[in-house]
């Protein structure tokens, strides 16, 4: 089967053998030209339409570059991009709501989270603890109130621990009223202790002897308890409101002398009502009618500053002064007129003041009791002012200022001897001189 070549350009049918020589002919001319890539343009096929001439097109670039860049793509710089800000305003937007809805959460779980965390906490401090805080003990508290204080007080970490310890001690402990000095952050046992040992126990004392005078007293408390003298002077000038005798113009004669003990915070009025409070309970323990206080108070308190040391004496100078007053004598008291100067300790009066009658508590120029006490009497005088002893004396007189014996007589004379004693006991020596003084 034989084959027709194809037709030359010429549109003219060729011999087969004119047609190998034509395919050689064109074979050795496609070999001397570059290669070009398969299925693409010439990059210098479109030179002519850019308007370019010579070497360069008509975008100044180098034919042979734009050939090159074409071939090898990944030599070419990238394009500049701008940065968008929109993943890092989103990133933010998230953050920010996760954050609300973390706090949220928290607010909502707190008491739950709060016990977790404790739990997994010791809920007791160890050690005796450092520092120093009072703590108080009420009247009537019992384990679980002491626990409370003690927490509250930054004593024990924890309500528990105290309490539970308390609940396995036996014996349960017994708590006292009153102050106490802890440490802070000691561990339960230790706070037990320091509450059973008395010497922790915080003492605000106020020893008030027999015969202290008002003003007296009121300096001992504020020493004692540390409240302000003006303090407790304002609180003693309400007098009235400590259900005494209607007679009485100040609290002199109805502040019991005796030894208290105040818990810290105490006010001013609190400690006046104590004392009050005490003189009161005394009259009413020595059986003392209630009509009856004023007069008695009077008396004792005479009483209480003129004797001595030896209690049988009261209620014989008690007896004197209801004599007198059953006579219509003065009663001669240098105590009261001593008082009336406006000294409350020596009862060693002038001759001056003895004769002042402007002195209103001056016995020696009025008859009958003086205008109010004059000191503040305990229970010894008090009796004595209620049931004086039985006897006639008018008359008494202290003849030894060291021990204080005392000589009562019925008569000016045999008073007279009795005052003689006295001189010569003054002279005696120099020590017995200056207390006559």
């Given at each position: 089967m034989?084959?027709?070549?194809?037709d030359?350009?010429s549109?003219q049918?060729?011999s087969?053998r004119?047609?190998?020589?034509?395919?050689?002919a064109?074979a050795?001319?496609?070999?001397?030209?570059?290669?070009?890539?398969?299925?693409?343009e010439h990059?210098f096929?479109?030179?002519?339409?850019t308007?370019?001439?010579?070497?360069t097109?008509?975008t100044?670039?180098?034919?042979?570059?734009a050939?090159r860049?074409q071939q090898?793509?990944s030599?070419q710089?990238p394009p500049k991009r701008?940065?968008?800000?929109?993943?890092?305003?989103?990133?933010?937007?998230i953050?920010a709501?996760l954050?609300?809805?973390?706090a949220?959460a928290?607010?909502i779980?707190?008491?739950?989270?709060a016990?977790l965390?404790?739990?997994a906490e010791p809920?007791?401090?160890?050690?005796?603890?450092?520092g120093?805080?009072?703590?108080?003990?009420?009247?009537?508290?019992i384990?679980?109130d002491?626990?409370t204080?003690?927490?509250?007080?930054?004593v024990?970490k924890?309500?528990e621990a105290?309490?539970k310890?308390?609940l396995?001690?036996k014996?349960?402990?017994v708590?006292q009223p009153?102050?106490?000095?802890?440490a802070?952050?000691?561990?339960a046992a230790?706070?037990?202790?320091?509450l059973?040992?008395?010497?922790?126990?915080v003492?605000?004392t106020?020893?008030?002897?027999?015969?202290?005078?008002?003003?007296?007293?009121l300096?001992?408390?504020?020493?004692?308890?540390?409240?302000?003298?003006a303090d407790?002077t304002a609180?003693a000038k309400?007098?009235?409101?400590?259900?005494?005798?209607p007679?009485?113009?100040?609290?002199e004669g109805?502040?019991?002398?005796a030894?208290?003990t105040?818990t810290?915070?105490?006010?001013?009025?609190?400690v006046i009502?104590?004392?009050v409070?005490?003189s009161?309970?005394?009259?009413?323990d020595?059986?003392?009618?209630a009509?009856a206080?004023?007069?008695?108070?009077?008396?004792?308190?005479i009483?209480?500053k003129?004797?001595?040391p030896?209690?049988?004496?009261?209620?014989k100078?008690?007896r004197?002064?209801?004599?007198?007053?059953?006579?219509?004598?003065?009663?001669?008291?240098d105590?009261?007129?001593?008082?009336?100067?406006?000294?409350t300790?020596?009862?060693?009066?002038?001759?001056?003041?003895r004769?002042?009658?402007?002195?209103l508590y001056?016995?020696y120029?009025?008859?009958?009791?003086?205008?109010?006490p004059?000191?503040?009497p305990?229970?010894?005088?008090?009796?004595?002012a209620l049931?004086?002893t039985?006897?006639?004396?008018l008359?008494?007189v202290a003849v030894n200022?060291?021990?204080g014996?005392?000589v009562?007589?019925?008569t000016?004379?045999?008073?007279?001897?009795?005052v003689?004693?006295?001189?010569d006991?003054c002279?005696?020596?120099?020590?017995n001189?200056?207390?006559c003084q």
């Amino acid at each position: 089967m034989t084959q027709t070549p194809p037709d030359d350009t010429s549109g003219q049918p060729r011999s087969r053998r004119e047609a190998r020589e034509a395919e050689r002919a064109g074979a050795a001319a496609r070999a001397t030209e570059p290669a070009t890539p398969s299925n693409e343009e010439h990059p210098f096929a479109r030179l002519g339409e850019t308007g370019g001439t010579g070497e360069t097109g008509g975008t100044g670039e180098s034919p042979t570059l734009a050939w090159r860049q074409q071939q090898y793509p990944s030599r070419q710089k990238p394009p500049k991009r701008r940065r968008s800000l929109k993943g890092l305003w989103v990133t933010l937007i998230i953050v920010a709501i996760l954050g609300g809805l973390g706090a949220t959460a928290y607010s909502i779980f707190q008491p739950q989270i709060a016990k977790l965390v404790a739990a997994a906490e010791p809920n007791d401090y160890t050690g005796n603890g450092s520092g120093q805080v009072v703590v108080t003990i009420k009247s009537g508290d019992i384990g679980s109130d002491v626990a409370t204080t003690l927490n509250k007080a930054g004593v024990t970490k924890t309500y528990e621990a105290f309490y539970k310890l308390l609940l396995s001690t036996k014996p349960s402990p017994v708590f006292q009223p009153g102050s106490y000095k802890l440490a802070k952050k000691m561990s339960a046992a230790s706070a037990l202790a320091a509450l059973e040992d008395p010497k922790n126990k915080v003492q605000l004392t106020a020893a008030i002897p027999e015969g202290t005078a008002e003003k007296d007293v009121l300096s001992i408390l504020a020493a004692a308890t540390k409240l302000p003298l003006a303090d407790l002077t304002a609180a003693a000038k309400n007098v009235s409101a400590y259900g005494v005798p209607p007679e009485a113009k100040t609290l002199e004669g109805f502040l019991f002398p005796a030894t208290y003990t105040f818990t810290p915070g105490v006010t001013a009025s609190e400690v006046i009502k104590t004392l009050v409070d005490r003189s009161l309970q005394a009259l009413d323990d020595a059986g003392v009618p209630a009509a009856a206080r004023w007069k008695t108070v009077v008396l004792a308190s005479i009483v209480q500053k003129e004797a001595g040391p030896e209690a049988s004496d009261f209620g014989k100078i008690a007896r004197v002064f209801l004599n007198r007053i059953a006579q219509g004598m003065p009663l001669q008291s240098d105590a009261t007129v001593s008082y009336g100067a406006g000294s409350t300790g020596k009862v060693q009066t002038t001759p001056a003041q003895r004769a002042d009658a402007s002195n209103l508590y001056n016995t020696y120029a009025h008859t009958g009791l003086p205008v109010g006490p004059i000191s503040n009497p305990g229970d010894v005088a008090i009796k004595a002012a209620l049931s004086p002893t039985p006897g006639s004396w008018l008359y008494f007189v202290a003849v030894n200022l060291q021990t204080g014996k005392t000589v009562f007589s019925t008569t000016f004379a045999d008073h007279e001897a009795a005052v003689q004693q006295l001189d010569d006991w003054c002279k005696a020596s120099p020590e017995n001189n200056a207390l006559c003084q």
